[in-house]
Nanobody, 115 residues
């Protein structure tokens, strides 16, 4: 069974930068895709960014140009670099991996953007 462990959330001021990490207990090449969702208070979970083993990346329109998804295949870790953060980015961020239709989630990490 695959396990995902997230880290790196926290409190940051508007305009600030944060990077969240997700360590996966298996080779990233095992999965057809992976990425990050977020869920803010009273808001449905939404896909923020994803990447596939075919090299395609997707970003939520509201984060495009500010967030970057990346991966370290040696460390079996994926990252979400978040720049120019806004209060509306406040949410619990969840990483996931897609094993050709079977989804496994991380436990979530809180990101709070506030002055």
């Amino acid at each position: 069974q695959v396990h995902l462990v997230e880290s790196g959330g926290g409190l940051v001021q508007p305009g600030g930068t944060l990077r969240v990490s997700c360590v996966v207990s298996a080779s990233l090449f095992s999965f057809s895709g992976m990425g990050w969702y977020r869920q803010g208070a009273g808001i449905e979970r939404e896909l923020v960014a994803m990447t596939t083993n075919s090299g395609s990346d997707y970003y939520l329109v509201s984060v495009k140009g500010r967030f970057t998804i990346s991966r370290d295949n040696v460390k079996n870790t994926m990252y979400l670099q978040m720049d120019s953060l806004k209060p509306e980015d406040t949410a619990v961020y969840y990483c996931y991996v897609n094993d050709y239709g079977s989804i496994t989630w991380g436990q979530g990490t809180q990101v709070t953007v506030s002055s």
